[in-house]
């Protein structure tokens, strides 16, 4: 490896963050400044990403712990888009990050992949909170309870910081939407699709009609994939609340004849449970997560190129754009 070059460790390059992320850096103007190590389970899509995209892998996953600390000890740069609450994954990647601060004295760059559920409250979508956060406010995020949705994770890679053996930075996407678009998208390494997009067409199908709860008056803050991808830290770019959401299900899956109902329905405690797993995780669609990304734009001249109005005209579209998926695969 040439000396001159940034060491880069990547995981999560075949996700829809992960992979839209790689492929920023991979067509960045800087680009031959980094060396790219990416951990990927799958050896096909290894192959195509040394093969098509000169880039270094390794073949494995989160769990191969031991591989992980490796990794992250060979890179002077880290970043993390596979797994926002898994402790010890977390905890192989900063002992990685210590034995190179140890060997070396070299401190390491960390950039970890949270999200804006850390804001939660537990609004049963009944009300909009008054509560905001903002990224130029850090004692108010600080201020968020260990319990919080991601925090425990996030508190590790603050530790790390504060003790001084790596430097971190920590990114709070709010919802995401668009499809992935791009090499990486084409050749098929990463998942194009937000996840609640795959999630809810598919539970929609199952219980014949899109779901709610409460009145669908909490509000969460939305930003497209590729504005995602252009900056990486408090993301957003507006808000809607979650009946915005649930309509903008309900209505194409409806005109396509696929549930029985234009209007959402609510879930029942007993839905919630088999539908999300869990009562809690069913809920987390129908909290308060408000924020906006003022330090982003101020200091990091971010400029989103999509808007408020394109995030639920957008769902609509990647709705019938997935059911259409499912048509062709027979899995609908």
Not at 10 to 33: C, D, K, M, W
Not at 224 to 234: Q, R
């Amino acid at each position: 490896m040439s000396s001159n070059k940034a060491s880069l460790f990547f995981t999560g390059a075949t996700g829809y963050i992960g992979g839209s992320v790689l492929q920023r850096l991979f067509e960045h103007p800087n680009r031959q400044n980094f060396d790219i190590t990416t951990l990927v389970r799958n050896a096909d899509k290894a192959k195509i990403l040394e093969t098509k995209f000169g880039l270094r892998t390794a073949v494995g996953s989160l769990q191969d712990h031991e591989k992980l600390a490796t990794l992250a000890e060979n890179a002077h740069i880290v970043i993390n888009t596979a797994d926002c609450d898994d402790v010890d994954v977390m905890k192989a990647i900063l002992r990685g990050i210590k034995a190179r601060h140890d060997k070396t004295g070299d401190v390491p760059l960390l950039v970890h992949t949270s999200g804006a559920a850390e804001l939660t409250d537990d609004a049963g979508g009944e009300y909009t909170s008054d509560t905001i956060y903002s990224d130029l406010n850090i004692s108010a995020i600080e201020a968020l309870p260990p319990t919080a949705f991601h925090r425990p994770v996030t508190l590790l890679v603050v530790a790390a910081d504060v003790a001084g053996y790596a430097r971190t930075h920590i990114i709070m996407p709010s919802i995401i939407y668009g499809v992935g678009t791009g090499p990486f998208f084409d050749a098929g390494i990463a998942n194009p699709h937000t996840i609640i997009v795959p999630m809810l067409v598919r539970i929609a199908l199952e219980r014949g009609s899109v779901g709610t709860l409460g009145t669908g008056v909490s509000r969460w803050g939305n930003v497209h994939i590729s504005d995602t991808a252009d900056v990486y830290f408090f993301v957003e770019n507006g808000e809607h609340t979650a009946i915005d959401i649930a309509n903008s299900f309900a209505e194409p899956l409806f005109a396509l004849g696929r549930t029985s109902s234009r209007e959402p329905v609510k879930y029942t405690k007993e839905e919630l449970v088999k539908y999300f797993g869990s009562e809690y995780i069913g809920r987390m669609m129908f909290t308060n997560a408000r924020l906006t990304a003022d330090r982003t734009r101020r200091e990091l001249g971010w400029s989103p190129k999509y808007v408020p109005r394109d995030f639920l005209e957008g769902l609509k579209h990647e709705v019938e754009g997935y059911v259409k998926k499912l048509d062709g695969s027979g899995d609908a």
